[in-house]
C-alpha cells in the first residue's frame, strides 16, 4: 500500500508547481520573482506604484514547448491599442 501512495503523489500535479510565463521582480521579489501572471499586463498592474518590474519566468521560457503553442500569446505586445 505505502508504494501506491508514493506512487500517486509523485505523479500528482498541483496549480503551485505550474509555471506561468510572467514574474514580479525586483528588489522585493529577488529572481525570479512571483510568478503568478498569465499575461504582461497583468504582471504590469501588480507592478504598477512599485519598484517591481515584469520579467519572464525563466521555467516558463526554456521548457519544453507543447503542442499547440502559440508564443504571440505569453509575450507582451508593442501594438498601439
Not at 52 to 75: D, H, K, T, V
Amino acid at each position: 500500500m505505502p508504494l501506491v501512495a508514493m506512487l500517486l503523489l509523485v505523479g500528482a500535479t498541483s496549480a503551485l508547481a505550474q509555471d506561468y510565463p510572467w514574474c514580479l521582480q525586483g528588489r522585493d521579489w529577488g529572481y525570479p520573482g512571483l510568478c503568478h501572471f498569465w499575461t504582461y499586463g497583468q504582471c504590469r498592474a501588480t507592478a504598477s506604484g512599485t519598484f517591481a518590474y515584469c520579467g519572464i519566468n525563466p521555467r516558463f521560457a526554456f521548457a519544453p514547448q507543447r503542442p499547440g503553442y502559440r508564443p504571440w500569446l505569453a509575450e507582451p505586445s508593442n501594438r498601439q491599442r
